[in-house]
């Protein structure tokens, strides 16, 4: 492989990898989804044990929730090396082939976003994922050729948020499957109390708690709120987290103490007032709001429908019976929402 082209590559660093927060080296260090890192550890040492590759896998889940980061504690925990890439920047064919070439033995290459990598794209690496080879046009014009070339016995790691839009013939080419479910609350605080003492935070006792109940089952979301509460303690008060100041904090964020923000309440809102609590399409929903329908579904209607607030149904988008006359209180003639 020329290697001129392979400078040509770009590499997407997808995992949040900046020097001034905390990231998770080894399985004990990660937090939660304990049954998933026993099955991970596992693996990891049976084939570690066998001087092989791991089996290729594919990690299902929401976004934030730690995917990337599991990728890297792997290839840590097997001492080999990692190649991340994001499967929409995989446009040709040719640049996978560059990039499997360019792998040592038993390295691993992450492709986030496996759901958006190209058919053409695809296909190479059936042949890639199950016998280590690739096809390479050498030539150009009517002397071209193909060659197949072998490769070094590798592990792809893919990742992605949509579980139905992987292929089947693609899906079933990896040996181990698992998903990421959201955190618990316990989990999360966890996570920010490893935060809290890397960025020498002080919290008080039932701080943490308060920062994970509106974190949304996520520990991206659970860090990026103890970054601005950080602030608001560094500046306000000698960088000692408090209840009261993770109160004042959340407040000034706009999130309340059911974890809701501006945009939760205003889905809620409008299918409770104007929708009479639906049913309602989520494309009504998104024009009324003024969000785009896909993150309403990605990243809003996850919450809610965990919370209680909201059901999927055939005819679209509703509160459940009982929960609408606690959105529906009026205060003063005029309604409003948890009032
Ligand atoms: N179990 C965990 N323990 C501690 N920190 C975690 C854990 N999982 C994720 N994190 C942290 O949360 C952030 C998001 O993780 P990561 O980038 O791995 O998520 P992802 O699932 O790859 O997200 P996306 O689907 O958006 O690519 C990172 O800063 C990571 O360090
Ligand atoms: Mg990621």
Redo the contacts with the bound molecule.
Sequence with gaps: MDPEFLKTITFVE???TSES????KTFD?????KELKTKLKLYTDASRMRNEPLDHLLLF?P????????AQIMAQVMDVGIKICSGPTLERAGDVVAILSSLESKDILFI?EIHRIPSTVEEMLYNAMEHYRVDVIIGQGAGAKSVNLPINPFTLVG?T?KAGMISAPLRSRFGITER?DFYLEDELCE?IE?NARFLQVVLEKGAAMLIARCARGT??IA?KLFRRIRDFAQVNNNNQATIELVQQALDFLGIDEEGLNAVDRKIIETIAITFNGGPVGLETIASMIGEDSETIEDVYEPFLMRKGYLEKTPRGRQIPRAMLPRFLKSAGGQKTLFS
């Design positions: 997808t995992a949040e927060d905390f990231h998770p260090e990660y937090c939660g989804q889940g976004p934030g929730l730690g995917k990337t980061t599991l986030d990742a948020t990421l996570i490893q520990p991206r860090k």
